[in-house]
């Protein structure tokens, strides 16, 4: 008789593999997987448990435990799949809505519609701020496989910002995309705590500003002021 070999969890390649790879599922790990991210999302990582997710999902313990291994994978391909649609999303939106208006607008208008899809993601999928900054507060350990994909997706939004600039013309896109992406993660955590009105608005408006002095070409420097020659005695 064959030696019977251990099975993997069925997420163990997605987590590993990137956003969008925990898309490949069952239709019981789908239902555990959209579950576990309504729940995670809406009341907090740490106070959702399997018992609650595998009753959500219609399904038993052992059936979660069989398709992802535990808790800790639920919540790394949980937020792979968040990561996933806001990528999909901002480059979308920047690609549909600020194409038309570059040439109208000047070369800086992609940066500023990255704002515009800011505002509208939060409108429709963020009432309680970034999932993954709430993450982060959540899941302090840095060794947790969830918090590299927390990092990750930030140094993705910085990346896409300094591409952008990039392609701007500005003379300094590091320090364009270092400002602007300051600007969204203050933004979205604003937002999420209810502090300034229309925080996604007042970002925009400073990135603008932002955006006049990054695609302003610096000035040339004057000639040298000669010497004042001496008095002649």
Known sequence: MGTKTK????????????PGAATQLTPGARKILDAASTLFYERGITAVGVDLIAKEAGTTKKTLY????????????YLHERDLRWRTWLT???????????ARSGAGE?????????AEWMRQHNPRGCGFVNAAAELPDPAHP???????????LRGYLYELSVAA??????????????LHEGAVVLRGLSVVDDPVGAARALAAQT???????????????????????
């Open 110 to 118: 992609p940066l500023l519609a990255t704002f515009d899809a800011l």
């Open 66 to 77: 069989d398709r992802f291994g535990g808790k800790d994978a639920l919540i790394t391909a």
């Open 211 to 233: 955006l006049e002095r990054a695609l302003t070409p610096p000035r040339a420097a004057g000639p040298p002021v000669a010497d004042t020659p001496p008095h002649g005695r």
């Open 7 to 18: 099975k993997e969890p069925e997420t163990a390649a997605a987590t590993a593999a990137g």
């Open 146 to 156: 969830a918090r590299r994909v927390i990092t990750e997706q930030k140094r993705w």
């Open 169 to 182: 013309g500005a003379h300094d896109p590091d320090e364009l995309a270092d400002g602007l992406a300051l």
């Open 92 to 102: 979308s939106w920047v690609d549909t809505h600020a194409a038309g208006i570059r």
